[in-house]
């Protein structure tokens, strides 16, 4: 990106681009922004910095990580002895909620049974060591599953190691077992059960039935509380333990230091976590200018909107991404809920002082927080403070009330799951939303003495949110395009009272007039601040076109799911222009599914410009389910009414299908492909689960769905 670019809106950005056939026309710069004073495209070329990442890098991290590595065994057996502990708490997480649950569960071990226990990334350990662990010592494992039955990244090599069949003998291992999942997907907690099956196939014992958290009920935590629960009589019953009433003890320590050097602090910048780049599978995370930014819905408002966002990758010569994969962007908490949560805690005027976070067990698993930091950079970029609160924090946080009142009315609020979700049905409760609320029950409470090491081990770290990038990295190299849908939910009982998603309403503010509800994102080699950033990186995927352009491909989608086939259908119109009939691109059918064709048919020009691009070769089915007067039709129904079509070019043509959408839509069409496969192939439920997997391995059956 030139100098002059940086001093363009990203909105006038847009306006500046040159469109033909459908594609951007870039200047010498890699960008389409015009020059602000000529109008003419740039010649001016600035060399980009390939060391540039180092301004988001700590010597004095490295150095620390460095010395911790060369210290660490990796035998979980070796490690249990030299800490003293007796259970080890193994976690697999991909958004950081089985993280958060092995840390809970640690700190309540030692409350509440006086059990050390020793938390611990399952990629951390050879996992043959295991097999080391005496009968009087217990492993937990709390494991994540996401997507389609998929591990998250740091337990892939434990559940590769399970599949190996490992020759160690595992009959002294006793062990229990959570899993954390969404019963929308078809292959709910997939992993936990095949770390159960597996170990106790290689002869472990497990201890105590398997406790499954179910997202898609909105019950994640309270199936936490209620496993945990069943763990605790049953360590209490087979180790002699007596379980005592909870008394907080801190893992963290916290020291407020005016005299830090504040060229050292994080105040919102990226910092050295266990998921690193090397193991996550994805790129370092950088600040990105926005470059373009544009409203897709035809009649958007506060409620409902949709925006096509692009960031630009030119300042990072290291960083690339292929198409089909992964924009990871890191969100921002609005300034309001921060400046909320810092009134009610009484801590305005201290908020930027600098702070030092320190683990007060230094052999347990590394804080996944920056430090030193502020307050108020931690509630801004670095906690889930919009997060809603759990009963179980709620019951944590009555020992910190003022009042009787308020300490009686917590206590009453949180005993029964029952009454507490009807709270929540008639509240959008966040931390701050909570302690505000208790003040205006008994306007005697005050929360200026709750610690804030437990304000910060009640809060998950924040965790970036993943958007399928919409462009191709062929055509559009160092320009990234994403989808973002805004649909805020409503209560149950209140639907005037809205709760507005974290990602999507921060990065709908860079479209809109509310950009100043968030802190700007600052690029500290660029001194100009009128170009929008955000903090992200890119993360690797498998949804791929096939390695032969001429192969036919089926794409199933609705709503946002179309963003990666716009990617699809762009790369596949420009191999089509490059190569005419030397090398002919397979057949495309696209199934669509929206509301309505002249309100939120996202891309609607685009799809009409590659339609006549790709012409016989691209055949567009829509599905609208918002059409007055019409029958709702959904994207599944279409596809049934070209079954037939379907099944040859599966069966006869290799072809392959690609679903990217809500779960929900992903079963249903997956179910109606899957009758139609049976009928044409005779197929009873075995065989054509072994052809759908068989199909998986080979790459021709591609899913990227969520909740």
């Given amino acids: 990106m030139s100098p002059d670019c940086r001093a363009i809106n990203p909105l006038q950005q847009l306006q500046s681009q040159v469109i033909v056939d459908g594609f951007v026309l870039k200047d010498s710069c890699g960008s389409s922004c015009s020059s602000p004073t000529t109008g003419l495209k740039s010649n001016i070329r600035r060399s980009p910095d390939p060391y540039h990442y180092k301004w988001f890098e700590r010597p004095q991290a490295a150095v620390a990580s460095l010395a911790a590595a060369t210290k660490s065994t990796r035998n979980i057996a070796q490690k249990l002895a030299e800490t003293g502990n007796q259970a080890v708490i193994f976690w697999g997480s991909q958004s950081g909620t089985a993280e958060g649950f092995a840390h809970r569960l640690a700190r309540d071990c030692h409350a509440r049974l006086k059990l050390d226990v020793l938390v611990a990334d399952i990629s951390e350990y050879d996992h043959h060591t295991i097999a ?42 006793r062990f229990a077992a959570f899993g954390c999942g969404n019963s929308n997907y078809k292959h709910y907690n997939a992993v936990i059960d095949t770390v159960v099956t597996s170990l106790q196939g290689f002869g472990a014992k497990l201890v105590l039935p398997v406790g499954k958290a179910d997202e898609a009920k909105a019950t994640t935590d309270e199936d936490f509380l209620e496993w945990k629960t069943t763990l605790f009589a049953g360590l209490c019953t087979q180790l002699g333990l007596t379980e005592r009433e909870a008394e907080y003890e801190t893992s963290i320590k916290i020291v407020m ?44 408002s506060m409620t409902r909107s949709c925006l096509h966002l692009e960031v630009d990758l030119s300042d990072h010569p290291e960083i690339k991404y292929k198409t089909g994969d992964h924009l990871a962007v890191r969100p921002i908490n609005p300034t309001l809920e921060v400046s909320s949560l810092i009134d009610v805690l009484g801590l305005s005027g201290r908020e930027n002082i600098p702070l030092m976070i320190e ?8 804080l996944n927080l920056p430090s030193p930091t502020t307050t108020s950079a931690l509630f801004q970029h670095y906690l889930e403070i919009c997060a809603p609160v759990s009963r179980e924090s709620v019951l944590s946080l009555a020992q910190f009330a003022s009042t009787s009142t308020a300490k009686a009315y917590l206590l009453s609020l949180a005993s029964d799951k029952n009454v507490f979700a009807s709270f929540l049905a ?14 205006t029950l008994d306007p005697t409470t005050i929360w200026t003495d709750l610690p804030l090491s437990f304000v910060i081990e009640s809060l998950r770290p924040m965790t970036p949110r993943y958007y399928s990038i919409a462009s191709s990295s062929i055509i559009s190299p160092r320009r990234a395009a994403i989808t973002i849908a805004n649909n805020p939910r409503f209560l149950l009982k209140d639907d005037t009272v809205s709760i507005p998603g974290l990602a999507s309403t921060y990065l ?32 690797r995927s498998t949804f791929k076109l096939p390695a032969s352009p001429d192969k036919p491909i089926i794409l199933i989608a609705a709503g946002t799911g179309i963003a990666p086939f716009r990617a699809f259908l762009h790369e596949r119109a420009r191999l089509a222009s490059l190569h005419g009939q030397n090398k002919p691109v397979g057949r495309t059918i696209l199934f669509f599914g929206c509301r309505h064709p002249n309100i939120d048919l996202l891309y609607k020009e685009e799809l009409q410009q590659l339609q006549a691009a790709l012409g016989n070769k691209l055949d567009i089915v829509y599905a609208f389910s918002r059409v007055d007067g019409a029958k709702k039709t959904y994207v599944q129904d279409r596809v049934e009414e070209r079954q ?26 997956g179910s109606r492909v899957g009758e139609a496969l049976k009928k044409a192939k005779l197929y009873d439920e075995e065989g054509l689960k072994k052809w759908r997997e068989e199909r998986k391995r080979a790459k021709r059956w591609q899913e990227d769905v969520w909740g």
């Fill in 132 to 173: 080391e662990l005496s009968q009087s010592q217990y492993a937990i494992f709390i494991m994540s599953t996401y997507g389609e039955g998929d591990p998250s990244d740091n337990s892939t090599s434990f559940l590769s190691w399970l599949k190996s069949k490992p020759e160690e003998s595992l009959q002294n291992l």
């Fill in 257 to 300: 230091d005016e005299s830090i050097d504040t060229s050292g602090v994080f105040l919102g910048e990226p910092f050295g976590t266990k998921s690193t780049a090397s193991t996550s599978g994805s790129s370092t995370i950088v600040p990105l200018p926005i470059c373009a930014a544009r409203e897709l819905l035809q009649s958007a």
């Fill in 359 to 366: 683990s007060v067990h230094p052999d347990s698993d590394r």
């Fill in 426 to 439: 008639e509240h959008h409760l966040t931390l701050a939303r909570l302690l505000k609320h208790v003040q």
């Fill in 508 to 539: 709908s503010s860079f479209a809109t007039s509310n950009a100043q509800s968030y802190p700007p994102i600052i690029n500290p080699a660029i001194t100009t601040t009128s170009i929008p950033y955000l903090h992200a990186s890119i993360r």
């Fill in 644 to 669: 037939d079509d379907i099944v040859d070019l599966l069966l006869e043509e290799d072809a392959a299908l690609y679903l990217c959408g809500s779960a929900a839509m992903a079963r249903e069409v």
